[in-house]
């Protein structure tokens, strides 16, 4: 695909066993098929916008229409990167980091699920090192947040080995129901003491406007 009039579509973020970067339409494709195929046990709900209730058709929907939102609603003060996760060339799930006036909080967000096949072989820590590593080293963020609920061990868990600490608790509705929310944040000092996974990216120059106008 030719970025030109896209340059974020020239993206590429790779660590040692992992490609992150923008799907094309082809692409897209594949990684709806994973959501549909599923990515959490059917007795469990990790996100707080249930979009994988419906059926299979309808977790492929949401995931295409997800990504292709982010692309026609970015802009330099309030952008969503959703990115593809290529695990031996093929698609394993998806990472986003986001922002809300950028240049001016130095602060991202991020989100992601995996693939049910996907899961348990590391992959979901490496994933986000990747983005972390693209905010900090090539961004210049000062600060990353998450949020995973209390009962959800394997998203807190790749937050603290990649050096996060608690940032208190928030109550969500899901379903008509309170959750509770352990806020995570990261600061620049302590991802450089938690660095364990090599990332290398291309493409960044051709977009870097694309991030912080």
């Not at 959490?40 to 979009?51: C, E």
């Not at 692309?71 to 799930?93: D, F, I, P």
């Not at 969500?172 to 450089?192: F, K, M, S, Y």
């Amino acid at each position: 695909m030719d970025p030109r009039h896209w340059p974020l579509y020239g993206l590429r973020i790779r660590t040692p066993r992992l490609e992150l970067r923008l799907p094309d339409l082809e692409l897209l494709d594949d990684l709806a098929t994973v959501a549909a195929d599923g990515v959490h046990a059917p007795d469990s709900m990790p996100f707080t916008v249930p979009w994988t209730d419906g059926t299979p058709a309808a977790r492929g929907r949401a995931v295409y229409q997800h990504v292709l939102s982010t692309v026609a609603g970015w802009s330099a003060r309030n952008w969503v990167l959703s990115l593809a996760v290529l695990h031996e060339g093929k698609v394993a799930g998806r990472q986003d980091v986001a922002a809300r006036d950028f240049a001016v909080t130095g602060e991202v967000n991020t989100g992601s699920w995996l693939g049910l096949a996907h899961q348990g072989q590391g992959i979901g820590t490496e994933m986000r090192a990747a983005v972390l590593h693209l905010a900090f080293a090539g961004l210049g963020a000062r600060s990353a947040t998450s949020s995973a609920m209390t009962d959800n061990p394997r998203s807190l868990g790749v937050s603290r080995r990649l050096g996060y600490l608690p940032d208190g608790l928030e109550v969500a509705a899901l379903r008509g129901v309170p959750v509770t929310l352990q806020r995570l944040r990261l600061e620049r000092d302590r991802w450089e003491e938690h660095r364990t996974v090599d990332v290398r990216i291309d493409g960044l120059d051709a977009c870097r406007g694309d991030f912080v106008g």
